[in-house]
Nanobody, 127 residues
Framework: QVQLVESGGGSVQAGGSLRLSCKAS????????MAWFRQSPGKEREGVAG????????EYIRAVLDRFQISQDTAKKTMYLQMNNLKPEDAAMYYC????????????????????WGQGTQVTVSS
């Protein structure tokens, strides 16, 4: 049974940092692409960053480029999102997600390409 469990959310002031973790289980972690999504009230869920676990290739949306870093520890089957210089607009529920197909890089950071989701971890950023 696929399980994704996020942790590390919290409340910070603008300019602060947080590191999110996503612990995966129930599947061969290093054969699937993974990603972080976020959703704030009244907005659609958006992809933030993705990683192909097989070779560590990453991608980011423009809004977080140079501030967020996605990484992983394949031995621990854990994905991370280091978030620096947080802005109020980064406040959201953050979700980790697993790509639908094995051995495929992420075609697009879109919800329909991901089949399994965690419960989310809340990030609050005060100005």
């Amino acid at each position: 049974q696929v399980q994704l469990v996020e942790s590390g959310g919290g409340s910070v002031q603008a300019g602060g940092s947080l590191r999110l973790s996503c612990k995966a289980s129930g599947f061969d972690y290093d054969t699937y692409s993974m990603a972080w999504f976020r959703q704030s009230p009244g907005k659609e869920r958006e992809g933030v960053a993705g990683i192909y676990t097989g070779n560590g290739k990453t991608e980011y949306i423009r809004a977080v480029l140079d501030r967020f870093q996605i990484s992983q520890d394949t031995a621990k089957k854990t994905m991370y999102l280091q978030m620096n210089n947080l802005k109020p607009e980064d406040a959201a529920m953050y979700y980790c997600a697993r790509y639908t197909q094995r051995f495929r890089y992420i075609a697009a950071l879109s919800e329909e390409n991901f089949s399994h989701w965690g419960q989310g971890t809340q990030v609050t950023v005060s100005s």
